[in-house]
């Protein structure tokens, strides 16, 4: 019984993907956006109770992509869609570049199944990152923070869809966010990550996604810096 505990966990992660892209259609982005938030929790959990229960299996690691192609990479290109709708765009074939996150983010996920360098950090930004900072902007761009008129430019939004495309399936290095110990010297980069995240979405909220991101990428790029 326990070993269909994980699966079950990534199929409540799957389903929450599914009803944040039945909210985006109805342009209900924010809470849409709370969906993708729901489902990275049971992803989290899912890997979790796999390692603490020692169920793992080859259709669950299937399954975990399914699942989160869905919820990081479908449901995403959805909202990002949606921001076209809403945006000054005079050009409607323009809006579908939002779908390059869906088919980049299937790159990575396949890219990440069968890639051996990958099992202690990863190469390329994952799908969850991904998605957390798409989930963001439909609050920055109601609470008016500073990037918000750039998200009501189609040709923003484009190059935007493309960038974060090609940073999915890069060859860049970004440390992996699982503490397989406590020891400080050992996760010195996870732990600053972590307070400097907590500190910075107190002050600035939603806004705070895209800052967390590039600290992420700025301390992987320290973590892995080549060394004499």
Not at 166 to 175: A, K, P, Q, R, Y
Request: charged share 15%; net charge neutral.
């Amino acid at each position: 019984m326990k070993k269909h505990i994980p699966n079950a966990i990534t199929c409540l992660n799957l389903f929450s993907g599914c009803l944040g892209i039945v909210f985006a259609f109805q342009g209900e982005l924010e809470w849409a956006s709370y969906s993708i938030l729901v489902a990275a929790i049971f992803d989290f959990l899912d890997g979790m109770l796999a390692r603490l229960l020692k169920a793992y299996s080859d259709i669950g690691k299937d399954l975990d992509s399914l699942a989160d192609m869905v919820s990081f990479g479908v449901l995403p290109s959805v909202i990002v869609y949606q921001l076209f709708l809403e945006s000054s765009s005079a050009n409607e074939w323009i809006n579908y570049t939002a779908f390059l996150i869906a088919i980049f983010s299937a790159l990575r996920l396949a890219k990440f199944n069968n890639d051996t360098r990958q099992s202690e950090s990863f190469i390329g930004l994952p799908t969850p990152a991904n998605a957390m900072l798409i989930a963001s902007l439909p609050f920055i761009a109601d609470q008016g923070i500073f990037i918000s008129p750039y998200l009501q430019n189609p040709l923003f939004l484009a190059l935007f869809s493309l960038g974060m495309g090609i940073l999915l399936v890069s060859e860049i290095h970004l440390m992996s966010l699982k503490f397989s110990n406590m020891n400080l010297r050992k996760n010195i980069h996870r732990y600053i990550l972590a307070f400097s995240s907590l500190i910075l979405l107190v002050i600035f909220k939603f806004a705070a996604v895209p800052l967390i991101l590039i600290l992420y990428v700025i301390l992987s790029f320290i973590q892995f810096r080549p060394t004499k």
